[in-house]
């Protein structure tokens, strides 16, 4: 059944003040879908994320290249991953004629590594333990920050600008597309180099005009947390070229009214590769309930040498990967509560207890195929836990 909404009230202006009698009046209400996705490679609990479907006519359907951008994301993995509803891939989901996909659920795969074809595919468990895609960013992407800046002169001073989102000026604050927060981050992975010249440290490529939004108040708040994220788009307008669009990536229905789907203003100046790692950001915390199962997961991590770790970890190791991810500013990881500190000895006690079964499993076989399960090699690297709370320190 098509939804239905309420029609709009005419101005009052000058009339009896009836914001009590419009306040009780309900609200038209409808159900968002969504696109859960799933791995392939694991039984029980193989949910990696789900996105809110409330594209097309029918306000059940998906953006198919930023679902599929997405996957990519998790899965460290080329454009060639694709999506189906079989656990065996096949048949392989296409969008539709309008560049959606209907809402379901869905298993991600990807090419097999030769010689790990009987294991699942690894997944990246967080931001910083993600490395950069330098030279592979998705076309749509590259193509809307190009037409952003080629059908629109020089910015004006970031100052000035009015909101990206609402094009209003009052109450508008300087937000950052990647967080200050990930300075690290930044500098790790070389991001400085998509920047103006001049700093190259962590802070100063996080703080540059490339990083950096106008955005009016309310917005802000909702952009720090997650409740939507900046992706290109094709529209019939466009002529078959990305814009870039607001997109909700919660089911809030007032989000979907007044933010999904509508055009930014001019992101000139804006780089491709910032946008698409704070996509990356906005992802990352939907995959918390994947790694707090009691399954061993193959995660592939980003080491502080730059090489990455592909190897499977155990359930409370899993579960450390998530902490601190989607959660407010007030969540310090420098001030635990009592119950934090306790899970904490509870989960290194399990690590030690799966230490010690996989090293006695081990001794029974050769250690070429025993799986180091300890700790150790991760504590050499900061950048393996996401800690910080997921708008700590933004803008």
Same mark, same amino acid.
């Given at each position: #059944?098509?939804?239905?909404?309420?029609?709009?009230?005419?101005?009052?202006?000058?009339?009896?003040?009836?914001?009590?009698?419009?306040?009780?009046?309900?609200?038209?209400?409808?159900?968002?879908?969504?696109?859960?996705?799933?791995?392939?490679?694991?039984?029980?609990?193989?949910?990696?994320?789900?996105?809110?479907?409330?594209?097309?006519?029918?306000?059940?359907?998906?953006?198919?290249?930023?679902?599929?951008?997405?996957?990519?994301?998790?899965?460290?993995?080329?454009?060639?991953?694709?999506?189906?509803?079989?656990?065996?891939?096949?048949?392989?989901?296409?969008?539709?004629?309008?560049?959606?996909?209907?809402?379901?659920?869905?298993?991600?795969?990807?090419?097999?590594?030769?010689?790990?074809?009987?294991?699942?595919?690894?997944?990246?468990?967080?931001?910083?333990?993600?490395?950069?895609?330098?030279?592979?960013?998705?076309?749509?992407?590259?193509?809307?920050?190009?037409?952003?800046?080629?059908?629109?002169?020089?910015?004006?001073?970031?100052?000035?600008?009015?909101?990206?989102?609402?094009?209003?000026?009052?109450?508008?604050?300087?937000?950052?597309?990647?967080?200050?927060?990930?300075?690290?981050?930044?500098?790790?992975?070389?991001?400085?180099?998509?920047?103006?010249?001049?700093?190259?440290?962590?802070?100063?490529?996080?703080?540059?005009?490339?990083?950096?939004?106008?955005?009016?108040?309310?917005?802000?708040?909702?952009?720090?947390?997650?409740?939507?994220?900046?992706?290109?788009?094709?529209?019939?307008?466009?002529?078959?070229?990305?814009?870039?669009?607001?997109?909700? #990536?919660?089911?809030?229905?007032?989000?979907?009214?007044?933010?999904?789907?509508?055009?930014?203003?001019?992101?000139?100046?804006?780089?491709?590769?910032?946008?698409?790692?704070?996509?990356?950001?906005?992802?990352?915390?939907?995959?918390?309930?994947?790694?707090?199962?009691?399954?061993?997961?193959?995660?592939?991590?980003?080491?502080?040498?730059?090489?990455?770790?592909?190897?499977?970890?155990?359930?409370?190791?899993?579960?450390?990967?998530?902490?601190?991810?989607?959660?407010?500013?007030?969540?310090?990881?420098?001030?635990?509560?009592?119950?934090?500190?306790?899970?904490?000895?509870?989960?290194?006690?399990?690590?030690?207890?799966?230490?010690?079964?996989?090293?006695?499993?081990?001794?029974?076989?050769?250690?070429?195929?025993?799986?180091?399960?300890?700790?150790?090699?991760?504590?050499?690297?900061?950048?393996?836990?996401?800690?910080?709370?997921?708008?700590?320190?933004?803008?």
């Amino acid at each position: #059944m098509e939804p239905t909404f309420a029609p709009i009230i005419p101005s009052t202006l000058g009339a009896p003040n009836r914001f009590s009698e419009l306040a009780t009046e309900p609200r038209a209400t409808f159900t968002i879908q969504r696109i859960t996705i799933k791995h392939p490679g694991y039984g029980g609990n193989n949910t990696l994320l789900a996105l809110p479907a409330c594209d097309g006519g029918s306000k059940s359907h998906a953006h198919y290249a930023t679902v599929h951008a997405a996957c990519t994301i998790f899965a460290d993995s080329p454009s060639d991953g694709w999506l189906s509803p079989s656990r065996n891939g096949e048949p392989r989901t296409e969008p539709d004629n309008e560049g959606l996909l209907p809402g379901g659920v869905y298993f991600f795969h990807v090419t097999t590594e030769a010689g790990f074809e009987s294991e699942p595919y690894p997944v990246v468990p967080n931001f910083r333990a993600w490395q950069f895609p330098h030279g592979r960013v998705p076309v749509l992407w590259r193509q809307a920050a190009h037409e952003a800046t080629a059908l629109v002169s020089p910015a004006a001073p970031r100052t000035s600008e009015t909101c990206r989102i609402t094009n209003k000026c009052l109450a508008c604050e300087t937000s950052h597309i990647v967080p200050t927060s990930e300075k690290s981050w930044f500098a790790d992975n070389e991001m400085d180099q998509y920047g103006e010249l001049g700093g190259r440290t962590g802070q100063d490529v996080a703080d540059c005009s490339s990083n950096l939004l106008r955005l009016r108040r309310d917005v802000h708040y909702l952009w720090d947390n997650l409740y939507f994220s900046i992706v290109p788009k094709c529209t019939p307008d466009s002529g078959g070229k990305g814009i870039w669009h607001a997109h909700s #990536m919660s089911q809030d229905q007032e989000v979907y009214e007044d933010i999904h789907n509508k055009p930014t203003k001019s992101l000139a100046g804006r780089r491709a590769e910032y946008l698409f790692a704070r996509f990356a950001w906005d992802i990352f915390p939907k995959l918390i309930g994947f790694f707090q199962s009691s399954q061993t997961r193959r995660l592939a991590v980003r080491q502080a040498n730059g090489d990455v770790d592909v190897r499977f970890y155990t359930p409370p190791e899993c579960r450390r990967f998530a902490e601190g991810q989607g959660r407010g500013r007030s969540a310090s990881p420098t001030k635990r509560s009592r119950k934090e500190d306790s899970d904490s000895l509870a989960d290194e006690a399990e690590i030690e207890h799966y230490s010690r079964k996989r090293t006695r499993a081990c001794s029974t076989s050769s250690s070429s195929e025993c799986l180091d399960s300890g700790v150790s090699d991760m504590s050499q690297s900061s950048s393996w836990n996401h800690r910080g709370s997921p708008d700590g320190g933004l803008s």
